[in-house]
């Protein structure tokens, strides 16, 4: 099993970047699709951006897409995702997730096995 711990949130003015990683052991995050999903207090939580295990393939929320890059560093056995140009409604606990069985395309919940446990992200208007 891969363990996943989240860090780099926090609060951040509108149209500011930040860059959250989720990095693994126990297991390589390589041999996993890698996804990372945000829930707002009171809502669902929902997709954001996943990559492949080779990290060829990369897939985004339309919400998110040219704002945010997801992408491994395999040396350190780490996901990253960097966000640009953040807005408001960006405002979430955001989730790192993994599973060895489904692919990059995979946007629902149920479909990642191993999660970690969340950091919070704080976007100022």
């Known amino acids: 099993q891969v363990q996943l711990v989240e860090s780099g949130g926090g609060l951040v003015q509108a149209g500011g970047s930040l860059r959250l990683s989720c990095a693994a052991s126990?297991?390589?995050?390589?041999?996993?699709?890698t996804g990372w999903f945000r829930q707002a207090p009171g809502k669902e939580r929902e997709f954001v951006a996943a990559?492949?295990?080779?990290?060829?393939?990369?897939n985004y929320a339309n919400s998110v897409k040219g704002r945010f890059t997801i992408s491994r560093d395999s040396t350190k056995n780490t996901v990253h995702l960097r966000m640009d140009s953040l807005k408001p409604e960006d405002t979430a606990v955001y989730y790192c997730?993994?599973?060895?069985?489904?692919?990059?395309?995979?946007?629902?919940?149920?479909?990642?096995?191993?999660w970690g446990q969340g950091t919070q992200v704080t976007v100022s208007s």
């Open positions: 126990g297991r390589s995050l390589t041999n996993y699709v």
């Open positions: 990559i492949s295990r080779s990290g060829g393939s990369t």
């Open positions: 997730a993994a599973d060895p069985s489904h692919g990059f395309t995979a946007t629902m919940v149920w479909q990642y096995n191993y």
